[in-house]
């Protein structure tokens, strides 16, 4: 069963630029989360989705924003770069629902911002 | 969620056992203990989780304490392989679980 595929691996863009990184999760999973990893604030939620809609947020500004495919397919956008967003950026689902569940992360989009 | 402690780093020979701990003494009746680890450059895998009984898998054991206060990690035989960090979390079993808080981790360097 294929795994979490996350586009593009590697991304470099400048400050005032945006961007958009995809993320297909594992078939048949419909929660969809978003993660900023950074050497200086570890790993940090950012917002999850489930059956197209936004169920968790992070506290992370309004430039970061997501969503959902009917298909459970997920994007995240963020405008406005900053020097600060330069991070890897982590996807992962689950089968979602309610109760306990592992989530299944994908190997990540590292955006470089310059 | 609860709050997690756990050491910075360990080191474990090769072949032998990696006991990994973790305190979470304001954990509460409904929070699962995970635990997950992270190989350099890659996205964080799961590894196991637990509420009360010891859990085992094909990846490692789970001991819990029996008032719930820490947990132990057993990877049984650590190969070079293992050396990631591994992350120790604490998160309820409701409709929103799936925002989880890492913390640092413990990076565990399996040596030859």
């Known amino acids: 069963k294929a795994g979490v595929t996350q586009t593009p691996r590697y991304l470099i863009k400048t400050r005032g630029q945006q961007v958009t990184l995809s993320c297909s999760p594992i078939s048949g999973h419909r929660s969809v989360s978003w993660y900023q990893q950074t050497p200086g604030q570890g790993l940090q939620f950012l917002f999850e989705y489930f059956s197209e809609t936004q169920r968790n947020k992070g506290n992370f500004p309004g430039r970061f924003s997501g969503r959902q495919f009917s298909n459970s397919r997920s994007e995240m956008n963020v405008s406005t770069l900053e020097l600060g967003d330069s991070a890897l950026y982590l996807c992962a689902s689950s089968l979602g629902g309610t109760g306990t569940g592992e989530l299944f992360f994908g190997e990540g989009s590292r955006l470089t911002v310059l | 969620d609860a709050k997690t402690t756990q050491p910075t780093s360990m080191d474990c020979a090769e072949g032998r056992a990696a006991n990994l701990p973790c305190n979470h003494s304001?954990?509460?009746?409904?929070?699962?203990v995970y635990w997950y680890r992270q190989i350099h450059s890659q996205g964080p895998q799961y590894i196991i989780h637990g509420l009360k009984n010891n859990e085992t898998n094909e990846m490692a054991s789970l001991i819990i304490t029996e008032d719930r206060k820490s947990s132990t990690l057993i990877l049984p035989h650590a190969t070079l392989r293992d050396t990631a960090v591994y992350y120790c979390?604490?998160?309820?079993?409701?409709?929103?679980?799936?925002?989880?808080?890492f913390g640092k981790g413990t990076l565990l360097t399996v040596n030859p």
């Open positions: 979390i604490v998160t309820n079993s409701g409709g929103s679980n799936y925002k989880l808080t």
């Open positions: 304001t954990i509460s009746g409904n929070e699962y």
